[in-house]
Structures are given as structure tokens and as C-alpha cells.
């Protein structure tokens, strides 16, 4: 599965987080609005009560009578409560300076006593302890100890949303591949169609709309299957029945009178011409399906079709480097490709063709070179020399003599080979036709 922004996957998996982060936000904004905040104005007005309370000699009760409380027992009481006042100079006010202020409570704490006071929180030895500055008591400062807010406090509701978030995620994945692999399933099915191969059915499983998906390509593969069943049996009966007769007439040339030798010649290498553009039409159709493969020396297949291809008449200069491995592929279908790159450099060349071999730097591919001596190609018809039944003498390499499908056959081998071919005009005069296959096993 690959886990990338632009697949469906990544971007289900990048939506899920972000609106599981979204959520989290909300949840903590909700949380410090809804109930966070009114606990902090409660406790800050408890808390403004007390310093009123020890700054004033009366008490105020609800029923507007008022409580005399005497310096001794207000200190009594606001120890209960857990306050100290301690000196702004003593050594026991130190860690005020080290407080972080905030500025919520000290706004509040500011209308509610009706003087400057800055508020600031400190993470004590055993719990956060808050500190308050009035100039309502400028000797003093006063220390709230928050016993019961401890920092272990924090710690549960921050694992708790690692763990929240972590159980998305991993719920959001596991939902998303199980949803994917049908996909995946019908990718490599597609890539099979694409070599030329037959897939097997593929289970309708998944969602509604993949499951249709998934129906119609059943349907579709199945279609072009028997499309090329049908095409092969009628293109082997079309070359029963032609070569049946040219055989025949062939037969009837050759018994001919003496005096008609030169009317047989000619007929003889018409049958001939006919008979190898029916090769060549099978040849094309054999080559849409993709074959057993073998791992091969890529340099000794070169020199048999050297070997085959030249003679006493046609050499074939030939330049092998070496080669650290084996390309994997049908030893027939590309000594094919090679023939037909050989014979079309011969037929548009002047006489000279050239074999060459190697290896590519980090020695993961190989190629190989068919060069001739010929005038070349223009640049504008480089993608039309590769096109089936193309023929004209624009084209230098679409083969007028012959069916327009020879180098149409190497291209469609090249490419179920998993090559590239490479053609450019070489600065000397003449084609330079490269083809570069992947190497599938190092030699050691």
C-alpha cells in the first residue's frame, strides 16, 4: 500500500487526521469555555474573598450585618484556608520571581480587590502554588498553595488523547486498506491486460461502486479475451488458406516450360514475397501476447543473429562489451526484435551495419545497438517508424518493401520486455537504434 498524498489512501488517512486534530481542538476549547472557566472565576472570586478578607476588619454576611474579626484570628483563619503572607524581601518570596504570570486571573483579581495584582503560578515540590502581588498590601505577598492540583493531574488526559488519536489513526488505516485492496487487486489485474496477459476472474467484494468496477472489468477482460482468441484462430485459417494455394501455384511455376523460366522467376518471387507477409502478420499477432521467459545471455543471442543475418555478402561488425548478468526474457520473441532491427539497418543502409552491446553504470540494465550507414531519419518521423502498416518513403524506416509491421514487432517486444528504445541519427550519417532491458541476475 503506498502511502503517498496523491493515492486515494493518503488522502483519506491525511482527512481523518486532520479532522481527528480538528476534533481535539474543539474538545479542549469546549472543555476551557464550558468548564474550565467558570471553575477559574469561581476560585477567583473565593480567592479575592480571602485577601478582602485580610485586608478588612469587618466581614460582610449576606443578611448586610457585618462580623468584626480581630488581626489574630483573620491570621488563624486564612491559615486554615492555606494562605501565608510572606515579605517581598525574604527568602521565602524567591520563587515568585520565578512564577509565570497569568494574566486571566490577574485582570479578575484586579476589578475584584480594585488595585493593580499580578497573579503568577508555580510548579511547587508537591503541587502548583499561585502567588499574588496587590498594591492593595504592598509588603506582602501572598501564597495560595493548590494541594489539590497536582501535575500527575495532566499527565491521563494527555495519554488519553495519544491513545484516542493513535486508535483513530490505526482505525482509520486498517478501514482504509481493507477498503483499498480491492483497487489494488484490479491495478495489478489492469497491469496483466496491459502485458498481454490474461487475468483470473477477481472476487466482487468491497463497496457497491468497487464491486461494479470490479464486474465490468471481469466483463471487459473476459471480452478481449475471447477478442483474441477469435483474431488468432482467424488469422492462422486466413494463412492456412492463402499459403494452400500459393503452394500450389508455386508447384505449377516450377513444371513450367523452358521457354516461360522468366514469367516462373517472377511468379515464384511473388509466392515467396506473399508467403513472407503472412510470417510477418503472425509474427505481429504472436507478439501481442506475452511468453514463458529464461534468463539469457544477452551478448551470445546478439552473435547468433549476427552469425544468421550476415555472410560472405552482408558482414555485420560487431562489438560486444561485457555484460555483469542475464536479461530475463523469450530467447524467440527478442532474437526477433534484433533480426528485424537487422535487417531493416540492411535494407536501408549502404552496405555497412554495426552490432554493439554493454552495460549501464550502476550495472542494473543493458542494451544493446543496431547502427547502419543508411541517410537516416528525420526527427519528425521518429514516433511514426514504430507504427504498424506504416509505409512511405518519407519514412526511412517504414520498410516500402515490405508489410510496415517488422518494426512495429520490435517495439511491442521491447515493451513487453519492460526496454526502452532509444533512435537517433548518428553524426557520421546513417541510424543509431538502441535499446536498453533490465538485468535480472548479477553474475558473482
Known amino acids: 500500500m503506498r502511502l503517498s498524498p496523491k493515492s486515494t489512501f493518503g488522502r483519506t488517512l491525511i482527512l481523518l487526521a486532520g479532522l481527528l486534530i480538528a476534533s481535539q481542538i474543539f474538545s479542549y476549547l469546549t472543555i476551557v469555555n464550558y468548564a474550565l472557566l467558570p471553575s477559574i472565576q469561581q476560585f477567583n472570586r473565593i480567592l479575592s474573598y480571602e485577601v478582602k478578607l485580610m485586608l478588612n476588619d469587618e466581614l460582610a454576611m449576606p443578611d448586610d450585618q457585618c462580623v468584626h474579626l480581630d488581626r489574630p484570628l483573620r491570621r488563624k483563619l486564612l491559615e486554615e484556608l492555606g494562605l501565608t503572607l510572606i515579605a517581598p524581601n525574604s527568602e521565602a518570596a524567591k520563587p515568585f520571581d520565578d512564577a509565570m504570570h497569568i494574566g486571566y486571573l490577574s485582570e479578575q483579581m484586579t476589578k475584584d480587590l480594585g488595585s493593580p495584582t499580578d497573579v503568577r503560578l508555580l510548579l511547587g515540590a508537591d503541587s502548583y502554588v499561585l502567588w499574588l502581588k496587590t498594591d492593595a498590601m504592598p509588603n506582602f505577598l501572598m501564597r495560595v498553595p493548590l494541594s489539590e492540583l497536582q501535575e500527575e493531574d495532566f499527565a491521563p488526559l494527555f495519554r488519553y488523547s495519544l491513545i484516542i488519536a493513535f486508535l483513530v489513526i490505526a482505525g482509520g488505516w486498517l478501514f482504509i486498506r481493507i477498503q483499498n485492496r480491492p483497487l489494488m487487486e484490479l491495478e495489478q489485474a489492469a497491469l496483466m491486460v496491459g502485458r498481454g496477459e490474461t487475468p483470473p476472474q477477481l472476487p466482487e467484494q468491497g463497496a457497491s461502486e468497487i464491486r461494479s468496477v470490479t464486474k465490468a472489468f471481469n466483463q471487459m477482460s473476459q471480452g478481449i479475451k475471447q477478442l483474441e482468441e477469435d483474431r488468432a484462430l482467424l488469422m492462422a485459417g486466413v494463412s492456412h488458406d492463402l499459403r494452400t494455394p500459393l503452394t500450389r501455384i508455386r508447384l505449377a511455376t516450377e513444371m513450367m516450360s523452358p521457354e516461360d523460366s522468366y514469367l516462373a522467376e517472377s511468379m515464384i518471387t511473388d509466392t515467396e514475397e506473399c508467403n513472407a507477409i503472412i510470417s510477418q502478420f503472425m509474427d505481429y499477432l504472436k507478439s501481442t501476447k506475452k ?135 548518428r553524426s557520421e550519417g546513417g541510424l543509431r537504434v538502441e535499446v536498453t532491458l533490465p538485468l535480472h541476475k548479477l553474475k558473482l
Open 291 to 425: 511468453q514463458e521467459e529464461e534468463e539469457l545471455d544477452l551478448n551470445t543471442l546478439l552473435l547468433d543473429v549476427a552469425h544468421t543475418e550476415g555472410g560472405y555478402s552482408k558482414t555485420i561488425e560487431q562489438q560486444l562489451g561485457e555484460i555483469p548478468g542475464t536479461v530475463s526474457a523469450n530467447a524467440v520473441a527478442l532474437k526477433r526484435a534484433v533480426a528485424n532491427l537487422v535487417v531493416n539497418a540492411q535494407r536501408y543502409g549502404n552496405g555497412w551495419v554495426k552490432i554493439s552491446s554493454g552495460a549501464s553504470v550502476d550495472r542494473k540494465s543493458a542494451w544493446f545497438c543496431v547502427e547502419d550507414d543508411g541517410p537516416g531519419i528525420a526527427p519528425d518521423q521518429v514516433t511514426k517508424m514504430f507504427q504498424p502498416l506504416t509505409r512511405g518513403d518519407s519514412a526511412r524506416g517504414s520498410e516500402a518493401e515490405g508489410t510496415g509491421l517488422g518494426l512495429a514487432i520490435v517495439k511491442r517486444i521491447v515493451d513487453q520486455h519492460d526496454g526502452v528504445i532509444l533512435v537517433r541519427n
